[in-house]
């Protein structure tokens, strides 16, 4: 017989010799593992550090940073009023820690100067929910709304003609005839000879309106009011709750038919697009300030012979972009105006008094608009409160230039190089506009602030921003909305029509304003 001694030798070699590659996976593994925490301990003690001289909440704990503390606000609904309370406690700017991710938030008037006018120190962040959606591109990181540098700069100048307030009074006429057609047809057929009047959701209502006025602006072609309405409403509204809801919400959105429903959408409107400016490209106009989508062809043109040639492809592409963002941003306007009738639910006597004007003037001109001087407080009151652009985001970079000579500073903050990551800036409309230390009475809807003579102070009232980034459409939105209202409420008498379990709710940490709910309002025909 064999030698037991023998045997279990030959054992042994043979299982210990069999495998070897898995022991040398085994130790790839735990080397890397023991790099990645090496690397992350290096980042939370350094980097953080680095940053020590700025102000910060307590951590939650040392691996997480603030995270969970920002996931609780976010949950509650609370994510901008805590900003305030902890803006008054810790002081104008302040550091978050998403693990090893610092994000700067910054309420102070300078370093909001510094961020509207330094475009290159400050600029807009790439990595947000309405650049590129499910892995479908949506409005890209080049539109007149998300691009940066001197080639967006171009676009936005030569599309200045079309947003101008002197080129309003040309649009006026246009914009009058399509409001009264579009919006009072509309509503009249949907009440029909009930007395009761019907209950309609005034968000559906205005964006019909809205979205035929942009039709006749020249992006037509394309799909008509009603299904551009639907559409815009579709892809927006997918956005809270595939990037904020709750974990079995997001599961559900994400594994079931609506996310693959509004990737379609997504899909099928930059095709319509694309067809639509086949057409265009080859026998573009010089702008006239009255086609948006033309002016938007001759905007990009002059992009390329300036800076990159000729690239129809690419140039189509950018021009794709820029149309999906003009569409979806007229959804701002639409609920806005929303939001007005949101806030005026509690306040029936300014209701009452804004009606009273918009009965009682006569507008047959832009210059009208002018008289509506009332309505024109309860909209900036409502902006104020309410305002589409929530929060901004921009990425600085200044202490990762190479061959820098002077430090890199952050307001009154030197930033120091040891930091190897850039900086997410975050800053928020909302915050300034309903601060106690600018404003008094924050949270009560007063109209009558504005009256004649008063003016904000720099940066403490922002519904379109300032600087070189402010809102190209802030005097075509402000017409709209006018005219929206002296026609609805000329014609209709509107009473809001939810109740406390249904009332509409805004989402705070959304970047542009969103709705959570439909906003049910009862139309009676005016009894004349």
């Known amino acids: 017989g064999a030698c037991p001694g023998k045997i279990e030798a030959v054992v042994s070699t043979q299982s210990t010799g069999a495998h070897p590659e898995i022991m040398y996976l085994l130790l790839l593994f735990f080397l890397g593992v023991l790099a990645r925490y090496t690397r992350m301990f290096y980042r939370l003690t350094v980097w953080r550090r680095s940053l020590s001289h700025i102000p910060q909440l307590p951590l939650d704990n040392i691996w997480k940073g603030h995270k969970k503390t920002l996931e609780r606000v976010k949950h509650d609904n609370t994510y901008l009023d805590e900003h305030i309370r902890w803006v008054n406690e810790c002081g104008m700017t302040m550091v978050f820690w998403i693990v ?24 807009k962040s790439h990595f947000l929910p309405n650049r590129h959606y499910f892995g479908e591109k949506l409005v890209g990181t080049d539109s007149v709304l998300s691009g940066n540098g001197l080639i967006w700069a171009q676009k936005r100048k030569a599309m200045m003609i079309m947003f101008s307030k002197r080129n309003m009074a040309n649009l006026w006429e246009r914009m009058d005839t399509v409001m009264r057609g579009v919006e009072t047809t509309r509503i009249a057929n949907a009440i029909g000879d009930s007395p009761k009047g019907k209950v309609l959701d005034l968000h559906d209502t205005v964006a019909v ?129 929303a939001m007005l009738y949101m806030l005026l639910e509690h306040e029936p006597e300014i209701q009452e008094k804004m009606v009273k004007e918009l009965r009682e003037t006569e507008v047959n001109s832009y210059a009208d608009l002018e008289k509506l001087e009332y309505t024109e407080r309860c909209i900036l009151e409502c902006m104020r409160m309410r305002p589409s652009l929530l929060r901004g985001a921009r990425d600085f970079k200044a202490h990762m230039k190479k061959g820098a000579t002077e430090e890199a500073k952050f307001g009154p903050y030197v930033i120091p190089k040891e930091l190897k990551m850039p900086i997410k800036v975050h800053t928020s409309e909302y915050v300034q506009q309903m601060d106690p230390k600018y404003w008094d009475k924050p949270t009560k809807y007063n109209p009558d602030r504005w009256e004649k003579g008063f003016s904000p102070k720099s940066f403490q009232y922002l519904p379109f921003w300032t600087g070189p980034r ?9 017409m709209l909305m006018k005219i929206a209202l ?43």
């Not at 309405?229 to 974990?247: D, H, L, V, W, Y």
């Not at 402010?470 to 402000?478: A, E, I, Q």
């Not at 509409?504 to 025909?525: E, H, N, S, W």
């Open 100 to 123: 090893s991710q610092p994000i700067v938030f910054t309420a102070d008037p300078v370093v909001l100067h510094e961020i509207a006018h330094d475009l290159d120190k400050y600029r």
């Open 470 to 478: 402010s809102c190209l459409g802030k005097h075509l939105g402000m």
């Open 486 to 528: 002296y026609h609805i409420n000329r014609n209709f008498d509107i009473q809001q029509a939810w109740d406390k379990h249904t009332a509409p709710v805004f989402l705070q940490p959304m970047a542009t304003i969103r709705l959570i709910g439909d906003v049910p309002c009862r139309f009676r025909k005016r009894e004349m």
């Open 209 to 337: 309106a809205f979205y035929a006025y942009l039709i006749d602006l020249g992006v037509s072609d394309i799909m008509d009011n009603v299904e551009m309405a639907a559409t815009a409403k579709t892809i927006i509204g997918a956005i809270p709750k595939s990037f904020f809801a709750n974990e079995l919400t997001r599961l559900k959105f994400v594994l079931g038919q609506e996310k693959k429903a509004t990737v379609e959408l997504i899909r099928d409107l930059r095709f319509r697009i694309m067809v639509k400016l086949r057409q265009l490209i080859p026998n573009y106009v010089e702008p006239a300030g009255e086609n948006v989508m033309e002016d938007l062809v001759h905007a990009t043109k002059m992009q390329y012979e300036l800076f990159d040639g000729s690239c129809p492809k690419s140039m189509a592409e950018r021009l794709i972009n820029d149309t999906v963002a003009t569409i979806l941003v007229f959804d701002n306007m639409v609920k806005q105006l």
